[in-house]
């Protein structure tokens, strides 16, 4: 098993930022695919971003194109997520997940190892 831990959730006002970590224990994470998924109350997993292992590609939900960034971080052995403008929609618990794959899929089941998540709450 990878272990992975996100951190970086919290409160934010609509319209603020935050920055997600993904950080692995005992495994290199450039060599792995790594997502971004998020859950709310109520309503099933989605796909929020991903960066190939290589960091050749990355793919974004619609929802999120052109506010959110995800990077990596490899002195930390870390994937970010940044979060711009941020709106209620986006509350959720946040997840990131990873793969040994070429390819930067938005699908859950392509992704073999998950974190506990990190809770992103958008409110006035």
């Known amino acids: 098993q990878l272990p992975l831990v996100e951190s970086g959730g919290g409160l934010v006002q609509p319209g603020g930022s935050l920055r997600l970590s993904c950080t692995a224990f005992?495994?290199?994470?450039?060599?792995?695919?790594i997502g971004w998924f998020r859950q709310a109350p109520g309503k099933e997993r989605e796909g929020v971003s991903c960066i190939s292992s290589n960091s050749f590609s990355t793919n974004y939900a619609d929802s999120v194109k052109g506010r959110f960034t995800i990077s990596r971080n490899n002195a930390m052995n870390a994937v970010l997520l940044q979060m711009n403008n941020l709106k209620p929609e986006d509350k959720a618990i946040y997840y990131c997940a990873a793969n040994q794959m070429a390819m930067c899929p938005l699908r859950e089941d392509d992704y073999g190892y998950w974190g506990q998540g990190t809770q992103v709450t958008v409110s006035s």
């Open positions: 005992g495994y290199n994470l450039d060599r792995y695919t």
